[in-house]
């Protein structure tokens, strides 16, 4: 026990400096980001279909769970000889500065600092609980594990061990509090800015009123999040942030904020989606963002000849990659500043991110963004690449039900409802199966844009009994959705979406 205190309060106080000084990362949330990294696909790939959105959550657990083990192991050595935890500390911290140093943002002479900081208090409280838990008068050495401690001593060592574990809880709180402060502070010192033409809301005609249908603009706390962050978004100063303009280009820059907010916007309705989404997910949404148009970043830096990919770098290292010549077929890609009339919210990429229709959003949305680099098609793989996953990944046509209305349905007219989506082809159809009956065509709502998912809602006569629905949809084009079986990896999942209904029998007035 006394190792595992000992271990906690050292980790508690790399949390609470990585708080107090912003160039000092989490080693918790950096070692959890390292292994992500250095597992193989195919562990990464596992953790992500079992776990979902959870396996993060999982993987944080794992690290806390080795490293209290481990910290165990070492109190239990330190019994017998100091020297054993002392070599096992160093290690630990040893591993938590190189996955530190990883992070563009880390300063390393303060993560050296700051770990060696917490080594040390590690030790000296592990020691120090080791003479609490040392009857008085008994040698100096300490005794061996195996000599049980007397009731005194173990209720000394039981209020000295709360104690410690009580402050360290105390460090990590105030370290994820301190860390988002300054970001919280900054973003509130801002205002988003206005627009010529902001989007109107979604007319009446754009929804479908049904109980339990998704909205057709999603608020931003229930809009769908993933990212690679453990230990949830990066704090980010908005008066410190940079947006540098890189690579194979006549003219780099890098804007302030402020001076990105002073750029003409626009403001348009996209739906995004993960490529990890499953056949009838929920990783996908649709929002008003507002931002600088991303030509109008592209041309003012000058793209020369032979670039061929942009590169989105966030904060904390992450990249995205896209051919150059989306950004420039008509599309409204975008830099965002904003999200459904406000500014970004932290966790979706405060102060800025990019938006690109018809792109999945792991070769696309970059959250956090602080780079844009021009380069060529071979000369970069962005994160996911090297993991497997299509360098190319431009969203596929899908369809969802979402609500069956009465729910449990009877005989008798029922309404089934839900969404489709191909942003920058919109969608041209949308069609039902019962059980293995011919396709039915839904009724649409109106479109608010190509780039947007529409709702659908389809009017059946039930029969009683159990039945299969399923849902497909057709793009703009003509394109149908296949009813091939895939899954989102590598490049994002195919096949109708089918639920099972079962239909009461009807109940007759009286």
């Not at 300054?182 to 800015?193: D, E, F, G, M, V």
């Not at 975008?334 to 938006?355: C, D, K, Q, S, T």
Request: glycine residues 12%; hydrophobic residues 45%.
């Amino acid at each position: 026990m006394a190792g595992v205190v000992a271990g906690g309060l050292a980790l508690a106080l790399t949390e609470l400096m990585a708080g107090a000084f912003r160039p000092v990362p989490s080693l918790v949330g950096a070692v959890g980001d390292a292994v992500v990294d250095w597992l193989p696909h195919s562990v990464v790939r596992f953790g992500i279909e079992t776990f979902g959105t959870n396996d993060k959550a999982v993987l944080v657990g794992v690290v806390l769970a080795v490293s209290a083990l481990a910290a165990a192991a070492l109190g239990v050595a330190a019994a017998r000889d100091f020297r054993r935890p002392l070599a096992g500390f160093a290690a630990f911290g040893l591993i938590g500065i190189v996955a530190a140093l990883r992070d563009p943002r880390a300063s390393a002479g303060l993560v050296v600092a700051s770990t060696a900081v917490a080594i040390a208090a590690g030790l000296g409280v592990l020691a120090g609980l080791i003479r609490v838990a040392t009857p008085a008068g008994s040698p100096p050495a300490p005794r061996p594990v195996a000599e049980p401690m007397g009731v005194p001593d173990r209720r000394r060592f039981l209020a000295a061990a709360g104690t410690v574990a009580a402050g360290a809880l105390v460090f990590a709180s105030g370290g994820r509090r301190l860390s988002h402060s300054a970001a919280s502070a900054s973003r509130k010192r801002y205002r988003l800015p206005p627009v010529d033409r902001p989007v109107p809301p979604p007319p009446e005609a754009a929804s479908v009123a049904l109980p339990g249908m998704t909205p057709v603009v999603v608020p931003n706390g229930r809009f769908y999040r993933t990212d690679t962050r453990l230990l949830g978004p990066p704090a980010v100063d908005a008066d410190r942030w940079r947006l540098r303009v890189t690579g194979l280009v006549d003219r780099p820059y890098e804007l302030t904020f402020p001076e990105l907010l002073a750029m003409p916007m626009i403001e348009e309705y996209v739906t995004l989606s993960c490529v990890s989404n499953e056949v009838g997910g929920d990783l996908v949404g649709n929002a008003a963002w507002r931002g600088v148009p991303l030509t109008e970043i592209l041309n003012r830096a000058g793209v020369r000849r032979g670039a061929t990919q942009i590169v989105g770098r966030s904060v904390d290292g992450f990249t995205t990659g896209f051919p150059t010549e989306v950004a420039f077929d008509g599309r409204h890609a975008l830099v965002a500043v904003g999200m459904n009339g406000e500014l970004l919210p932290p966790i979706h990429g405060f102060p800025a991110r990019l938006v690109v229709p018809g792109l999945y959003g792991y070769v696309s949305a970059t959250k956090w963004l602080t780079e844009i680099e021009l380069t060529t098609w071979d000369a970069f793989d962005a994160y996911w690449v090297p993991r497997g996953w299509s360098k190319r990944g431009p969203t596929k046509t899908q369809s969802r039900v979402d609500t069956v209305s009465p729910l449990p349905p009877v005989a008798g007219p029922v309404a089934v409802g839900g969404v489709a989506w191909a942003p920058t082809r919109g969608i041209s159809r949308v069609e039902v199966r019962i059980d293995d009956g011919p396709w039915a065509e839904a009724s649409l709502a109106a479109p608010l844009s190509d780039d947007t998912w529409r709702q659908w809602v389809y009017r059946w006569q039930a029969t009683p009994g159990g039945h299969h629905l399923a849902v497909r949809a057709t793009d703009g084009r003509g394109e149908t959705q296949t009813a091939q079986r895939s899954p989102p990896d590598p490049d994002g999942a195919t096949g109708y979406h089918t639920i099972r209904v079962d239909v009461g029998e009807a109940q007759s007035g009286r």
